[in-house]
């Protein structure tokens, strides 16, 4: 949905010199079409990209592939059922957020600054946790608003009406937790809570950013992207394997 967010889990991770593999195109998950009842196309569309992670094992299988890493809770738990310890021996799927935090590829110091934190429905943070997470990357607890915000995927598509009731108990949860500040940023670990958190308006202005957004930010300057793109084309950081 955003691209900064995978862009900046990448430029990371070369930053930090991890080798990073990308499928050769993009690939959907299949959750969405998973919850909207569309079982046999999500199991198509599954099959589809196991197939292409088989090719990819076949062809770069010497490389030791241990992780496969995500931005989003949901491609997390589709991911679970694609049983990738079978296509590359011994990987496992990981949060790009609890990789970093475990791996300790970097830290920040906030100097008390407070993080405000929505912890999504779909929370891919499942071994560490957030708190954890957090602490050890940005070297603060956060101030966690609980509570669903309302885009759930596709339900504010499909049910606006019900999407806008939720959001706004979480602008209430925000409002009484945290007050109401003309603009604030919230931190969340899922794309489309970034969208969700980002309509919540009505006295006041919410702006939803990734974390891994925030983390590029801050090790990498506020021209993260443009100046990852300038580096790995004149360090010929891209190697295309598979097409």
């Not at 900064?4 to 998950?29: H, T």
């Not at 592939?65 to 049983?83: A, D, P, R, S």
Request: with cysteine; proline share 4%.
């Amino acid at each position: 949905m955003f691209s900064e967010i995978s862009f900046a889990a990448i430029a990371l991770l070369y930053n930090a010199g991890v080798r990073v593999v990308i499928p050769p195109e993009y690939l959907c998950c299949g959750y969405p079409i998973l919850a909207n009842g569309k079982v046999k196309i999500a199991e198509t569309k599954s099959y589809e990209n196991r197939v292409i992670f088989h090719r990819m094992e076949n062809l770069i299988g010497y490389m030791g592939i241990e992780h496969v890493l995500v931005t989003c809770g949901t491609c997390f738990e589709m991911l679970q059922k694609y049983q990738v310890d079978n296509i590359f021996p011994n990987s496992s799927v990981i949060d790009i957020h609890e990789f970093i935090s475990r791996e300790k590829l970097f830290s920040l110091s906030e100097l008390g600054n407070h993080l405000v934190y929505h912890d999504p429905c779909h929370s891919p943070l499942k071994h560490a946790g957030a708190e954890k997470v957090f602490t050890q990357i940005t070297g603060s607890v956060p101030i966690s608003i609980p509570n669903c915000c309302g885009e759930g995927g596709t339900l504010a598509l499909s049910t606006p009406h019900i999407s806008n009731t939720i959001r706004q108990r979480k602008r209430k949860n925000i409002s009484r937790i945290i007050g109401t500040n003309d603009r604030m940023t919230v931190l969340t670990t899922c794309p489309s809570c970034v969208q969700g958190l980002s309509k919540v308006h009505n006295g006041f202005s919410i702006s939803g950013k990734h974390l891994i957004v925030y983390c590029a930010e801050k090790i990498l300057g506020k021209n993260w992207k443009r100046d990852f793109i300038k580096s790995i084309r004149k360090d010929n950081g891209v190697e295309k394997i598979l097409y």
